[in-house]
């Protein structure tokens, strides 16, 4: 799954020890795609801490 493997890469960039002081701003983008696929796919079947 993309979205995991992308949320494994963003943790372990911000919480890298290069990054300690270092102000962190996270742009998403296709946010419409998202949006549109949210509904018909529910967060919690890929990740089972989100209820």
């Known amino acids: 799954n993309r ?3 992308s949320l494994v890469l963003f943790e ?3 919480n890298s020890r290069w990054f300690l002081r270092t102000s962190i701003i ?3 983008n296709k946010i419409d ?3 549109t696929k ?3 796919v529910p ?3 890929y990740f ?4």
């Open 3 to 5: 979205m995991a493997e």
């Open 12 to 14: 372990s960039v911000i």
């Open 26 to 28: 996270l742009f998403m």
């Open 33 to 35: 795609l998202f949006s």
């Open 38 to 40: 949210l509904p018909k």
């Open 43 to 45: 967060l919690d079947k």
């Open 48 to 51: 089972a801490d989100y209820t």
